[in-house]
């Protein structure tokens, strides 16, 4: 069993930051990819940034240079730093991580989501 759990969402004035946090636990031998995606209402959910396992990143050219991710691998734990958010940055974020576990069975993990509101 692997659980992924996000926190840090909220609501926020445009301008402003967030910090969203993504922690692993359960039955983890080694985490590949970790990946933040976000749906707005009404619309299909859509990649973020993602983070392997050394720590290469890529982002939606919608966040490039304004959302910086990181990874503490001690921690089983993502970061995603989200500055000078936008009202279009609303949306629920979803968390997804590549868990090979203790079994050595790979699994394709998600949290709950958290909501992020920006406000105009």
């Known amino acids: 069993q692997v659980q992924l759990v996000e926190s840090g969402g909220g609501l926020v004035q445009a301008g402003g930051s967030l910090r969203l946090s993504c922690a692993a636990s359960g039955s983890i031998f080694s985490i590949n990819d970790m990946v933040w995606y976000r749906q707005a209402p009404g619309k299909q959910r859509d990649l973020v940034a993602r983070?392997?396992?050394?720590?290469?990143?890529n982002y939606a050219d919608s966040v490039k240079g304004r959302f910086t991710l990181s990874r503490d691998n001690a921690k089983n734990t993502m970061y995603l730093q989200m500055n000078s958010l936008k009202p279009e940055d609303t949306a629920v974020y979803y968390c997804?991580?590549?868990?090979?576990?203790?079994?050595?069975?790979?699994?394709?993990?998600w949290g709950q989501g958290t909501q992020v509101t920006v406000s105009s």
């Open positions: 997804n991580a590549d868990v090979k576990t203790t079994a050595r069975i790979v699994l394709s993990c």
């Open positions: 983070i392997r396992s050394g720590g290469s990143t």
